[in-house]
T-cell receptor, first 112, second 113 residues
Framework: EDKVVQSPLSLVVHEGDTVTLNCSYEVTNFRSLLWYKQEKKAPTFLFMLTSSGIEKKSGRLSSILDKKELFSILNITATQTGDSAVYLC????????????FGGGTRLMVKP | DVKVTQSSRYLVKRTGEKVFLECVQDMDHENMFWYRQDPGLGLRLIYFSYDVKMKEKGDIPEGYSVSREKKERFSLILESASTNQTSMYLCASRNSPGQPRQFFGPGTRLTVL
């Protein structure tokens, strides 16, 4: 059975801290891994990763994929209160219409 | 930017009622999806549609049905709502199966009493 596991389940940090969110997966026919940020509204797309070892970066956020060890990390440096959200990891399959299997999410709270 | 809208942000219904959740996307996307989101369980796929009048069961279709009469609109129907269907419902769309990225609506929080 396909499985995507995110850790930690929740995290509380202070502004300025650096955080690392983890996503491990066991899926058949891996095609891509996606990260989303969900505040109290629609999940918004952050990154899509398809190749190992190539870092994707957007401002203070970055992500990297390890297809050998089957995991990805999402790093956020110099956190701000606006980074408080649930971060979702999803893995895309090469079969069954390229569907996404989601992890349970990591809830991040950044305190001032 | 793609916009996906859902008919209600919050909805309260009684056990046994028929419930309609509506989703509309404005980017002519072929594929549309309905998920439910529960704490600790992530997003689970209920139904999806590759195109107009097409529908496929997802991982948890029991107790739900869908309708896609127009390309931009995908409706989720709870024929007889039950308390275990209390959840956050998220609609999503994407351009085609070749593009894994999905665009999400804001969600409908449904409470069944």
């Amino acid at each position: 059975e396909d499985k995507v596991v995110q850790s930690p389940l929740s995290l509380v940090v202070h502004e300025g801290d650096t955080v690392t969110l983890n996503c491990s997966y066991e899926v058949t026919n891996f095609r891509s891994l996606l990260w989303y940020k969900q505040e109290k509204k629609a999940p918004t797309f952050l990154f899509m990763l398809t190749s190992s070892g190539i870092e994707k970066k957007s401002g203070r956020l970055s992500s990297i994929l390890d297809k050998k060890e089957l995991f990805s990390i999402l790093n956020i440096t110099a956190t701000q209160t606006g980074d408080s959200a649930v971060y979702l990891c999803a893995v895309g399959h090469n079969n069954a219409g390229n569907m996404l299997t989601f992890g349970g999410g990591t809830r991040l709270m950044v305190k001032p | 930017d793609v916009k996906v809208t859902q008919s209600s942000r919050y909805l309260v219904k009684r056990t046994g009622e028929k419930v309609f959740l509506e989703c509309v996307q404005d980017m002519d996307h072929e594929n549309m999806f309905w998920y439910r989101q529960d704490p600790g369980l992530g997003l689970r796929l209920i139904y999806f549609s590759y195109d107009v009048k097409m529908k496929e069961k997802g991982d948890i279709p029991e107790g739900y049905s869908v309708s896609r009469e127009k390309k931009e609109r995908f409706s989720l129907i709870l024929e007889s709502a039950s308390t275990n269907q209390t959840s956050m419902y998220l609609c999503a769309s994407r351009n085609s199966p070749g593009q894994p990225r999905q665009f999400f609506g804001p969600g409908t929080r449904l409470t069944v009493l």
